[in-house]
C-alpha cells in the first residue's frame, strides 16, 4: 500500500454550527452525487477526487456550504461520514472532530472487522492514520494543531484518503491537509503534491522537504548512535550557550548551509524548543530504527524532540533542514473575506466539469439541481482573475 499528501488549503476560522435545515438539505445531495461518482468514474477516482483541496472546496459549494470557512471540512465530512455507506458507495468513514479524531484507530478496527478485511489490513490502515497525523503535527511545524481527522475507505480495494485540518489561533485560520494512498513509497520523502496555503508563514520546519533529506539521515544517525544521557548534555550545553545570544541558524554552521532565504536576527527561542522527551530518545536508542520514518513512528516522538534533533543535526553535522513553508502557491482569500484568488485553472476546470457531470445525472429534484448548478457557477468566476502572487517552494 503506497501513500501520497495531495495538498493544503488554508481558511478563515468562523465560529458556530452549520444550520440544521442546510446539513438536512446537504445529505441526500451528497448521497446522489457520490452514487453517480462512483457508478461513473470508481471508488479509487472518488477517493482522489477528495483528496484535491480544489476539488473538495467545489464540492462543498455545490453542497451549499461557504467554500473559503474552516467549517467546510467539518461539516463536509460530516455529511460524508453520515451517507456513505460500504453497501451503497463502498466507502466507509471514520474519525471526525476533536474526541472523534482520536478514535479514528477504534473505528478502523471496527470497520475492518465489520467487513472481514483481516488483521494485518486493519493494521496498515491504523498505522497509516497515525503517520498521517503525526507528520502534519510533528514532522510539519507550521504553526497549526490539528484538531479534525477524516479517513475514507475504499472499501473493495483498500485505497484511502485522509482530510485532516489545523487550527492557528493567533491568526485565526484553519489549514486542511489531505493524503490520498496513491504514488508514494514514504510518509516522510517530498509528500506534497499541490499544496495552497493563504500566506507563507515563517520559520516552518519542514522535514518532509527534498532539501531535509540528510538531516533526517543525520537525525536518526544521532538518536541511534548516541547514547541519551550524553545526548541530554549536548543538547543542554547548546540550549545554555544561544540562550545568551540573539541568533539564528545562519550563525551555528560553517558556510551557506542553511535553507533560510535571508539571513535575519531573531531569539534563539524561536527556534530551539524549550524542551525535549527524552524518555521517547531513549526508546529510539533502544529500538534503533532503520530510517527516520520509523523513529517518528515511536510514541512519544513529538514536534518538540523532532526539532531538537534536527537542530543537533545542523550544529554537530552541519546538516540543515528545511525552514521554508512547504506551500506551491501563495493567494489572497475571496468570496466575503476578500478578492478572488488565483488557482490552477485547468484544475479548476476539471473540477466544474466533473460535478457537473454528477449533478445532472443525480437522481434528486429539478429544484435541487438548479440550485446545486447555481452554486457551481458561483464559484466559478474565481478563477478568471489573474495570478497576483505566485511561488514555489
Keep these: 500500500m503506497t501513500m501520497k499528501r495531495a495538498g493544503i488549503a488554508e481558511m478563515r476560522l468562523h465560529p458556530g454550527r452549520a444550520p440544521h435545515w442546510l446539513v438536512k438539505r446537504m445529505m441526500p445531495m451528497a448521497d446522489a452525487l457520490f452514487q453517480v461518482m462512483v457508478d461513473e468514474h470508481g471508488i479509487a477516482e472518488c477517493l482522489t477526487r477528495l483528496g484535491d483541496p480544489l476539488w473538495f472546496q467545489a464540492l462543498s459549494n455545490v453542497l451549499g ?11 463536509l465530512c460530516g455529511v460524508l461520514r453520515t451517507v456513505l455507506t460500504p453497501d451503497k458507495h463502498g ?3 471514520a474519525g471526525g472532530k476533536g474526541a472523534r479524531s482520536r478514535r479514528t484507530p477504534h473505528e478502523l478496527l471496527a470497520i475492518a472487522d465489520e467487513l472481514r478485511l483481516g488483521e494485518d489490513t486493519a493494521h496498515k490502515l491504523i498505522r497509516a492514520s497515525r503517520m498521517v497525523a503525526k507528520v502534519d503535527s510533528a514532522a510539519l511545524q507550521d504553526g497549526y494543531q490539528l484538531y479534525h481527522h477524516s479517513f475514507f475507505l475504499d472499501t473493495e480495494e483498500g485505497n484511502w484518503t485522509v482530510v485532516q485540518q ?3 489561533e493567533e ?10 494512498s496513491k504514488d508514494l513509497k514514504s510518509f516522510v520523502d517530498e509528500p506534497h503534491s499541490g499544496l495552497f496555503s493563504r500566506k507563507r508563514q515563517q520559520l516552518v520546519l ?5 532539501e531535509s533529506r540528510d538531516c533526517r539521515i543525520a537525525s536518526t544517525a544521532i538518536a541511534c548512535e548516541t547514547k541519551p544521557e550524553a545526548l541530554q548534555r549536548q543538547f543542554d550545553a547548546y540550549k545554555t550557550q544561544f540562550s545568551y545570544q540573539k541568533t539564528t541558524l545562519m550563525l551555528w554552521v560553517e558556510g551557506p548551509q542553511t535553507t533560510l532565504a535571508e539571513p535575519s536576527i531573531i531569539p534563539y527561542h524561536e527556534v530551539f524548543p524549550e524542551r ?7 526508546q529510539v536508542f533502544d529500538a534503533q530504527p532503520a530510517n527516520f520514518e520509523e523513529l517518528l513512528a515511536i510514541q512519544g516522538m513529538g514536534a518538540s524532540t523532532i526539532r531538537g534533533l534536527a537542530l543537533l543535526s545542523e550544529i554537530v553535522y552541519g546538516e540543515a533542514p528545511s525552514w521554508a513553508d512547504p506551500v506551491r502557491m501563495t493567494y489572497a482569500f475571496g468570496g466575503k473575506d476578500g478578492v478572488p484568488y488565483p ?9 466544474i466539469t466533473f460535478l457537473e457531470g ?11 439541481k438548479l440550485h446545486a448548478f447555481r452554486r457551481l457557477r458561483n464559484y466559478q468566476p474565481y478563477y478568471r482573475i489573474p495570478f497576483t502572487e505566485r511561488s514555489v517552494a
Design 166 to 168: 489545523g487550527m492557528n
Design 343 to 351: 488557482v490552477d485553472r485547468k484544475a479548476y476546470d476539471e473540477a
Design 65 to 75: 456550504y461557504d467554500w473559503d470557512s474552516s467549517g467546510t471540512t467539518t461539516v
Design 91 to 93: 466507502i466507509a468513514v
Design 206 to 210: 519542514d522535514m518532509t522537504a527534498r
Design 171 to 180: 491568526t485565526r485560520t484553519s489549514r486542511r491537509y489531505h493524503w490520498i
Design 276 to 282: 525535549m522527551n527524552w524518555r521517547a530518545v531513549n
Design 358 to 368: 454528477a449533478i445532472d445525472k443525480a437522481k434528486v429534484g429539478r429544484p435541487e
